[in-house]
């Protein structure tokens, strides 16, 4: 199966599903289409960052629907998962499953957040809640697992490698998962940043992993300047 079959399949599987699940139950009042659902659901359409849809009005997702027994808030009919409508999906050819089979939501909010992207919580919240060695865990090809230092701030992907609570050398912002890892899809296996997906990579951008390790790993021991370029000691001299 092609990349592209693969993605249509696991968007239309999630449909199916989707579709099923999309009826919240009965809505305790009566409503219509023009019912002001922000007067109860004030709290959807606030916050640090709010869906762009959310500003068009509920029904760019939603539908009211009357029966006999009262009203029911239900999605979209859509082909495949809603949030394709506006976000045209991706083909990877190293494809995060939950990005792949339209989970949307279990990573972002549709509706407002106070983190970045609508994430449901901070990027390593999110990822360490599936991908975290536990108990009754087990490593497998579809899920993998990495174990971490009690704090959960150090131990991947080697003992004493930060994953969280010091900053980035290329970005300046918090290390999290996202500092090497892409979180729908690479063409590297792991889902790893390679290329000019990592800020002023080195100049050979498709060779090996090691070339995003060795780009942080300059910058912090002061061998290499914003460009890549090992830094000209004479001139450094000179200047002083």
Not at 74 to 97: D, E, G, R, W, Y
Request: hydrophobic share 30%; aromatic share 4%.
């Amino acid at each position: 199966m092609t990349i592209a079959a693969s993605l249509r399949f696991g968007m239309t599987i999630a449909g199916l599903l989707g579709s099923s699940l999309c009826y919240a139950g009965l809505h305790p009042i009566h409503l219509d289409e023009s019912s002001n659902c922000l007067e109860c659901h004030a709290d959807h359409a606030t916050g640090d960052h709010v869906h762009p849809a959310v500003k068009q009005g509920c029904t760019s997702c939603h539908n009211v629907e009357s029966r006999e027994d009262g009203s029911y808030v239900v999605l979209k009919s859509a082909t495949s998962v809603i949030c394709a409508k506006c976000h045209q999906p991706l083909a990877f050819v190293n494809q995060h499953f939950p990005y792949t089979s339209g989970m949307c939501i279990r990573c972002h909010n549709p509706h407002s957040s106070v983190n970045l992207h609508l994430l449901r919580a901070k990027v390593n919240e999110l990822c360490l809640d599936c991908h975290l060695v536990h108990a009754k865990g087990a490593a497998s090809p579809y899920l993998p697992l990495i174990a971490l230092t009690s704090n959960n701030r150090i131990g991947h992907p080697y003992g004493r490698h930060p994953v969280s609570g010091t900053p980035d050398p290329l970005t300046g912002s918090e290390m999290s998962c996202i500092s090497c890892h892409l979180a729908h899809g690479s063409t590297k296996a792991h889902l790893l940043k390679m290329g000019s997906e990592i800020p002023e990579d080195a100049l050979n951008q498709n060779t090996e992993t090691n070339d995003m390790c060795r780009k942080c790993h300059m910058r912090l021991w002061g061998v290499a300047d914003v460009s890549g370029k090992k830094k000209n000691k004479k001139s450094k001299r000179e200047a002083n």
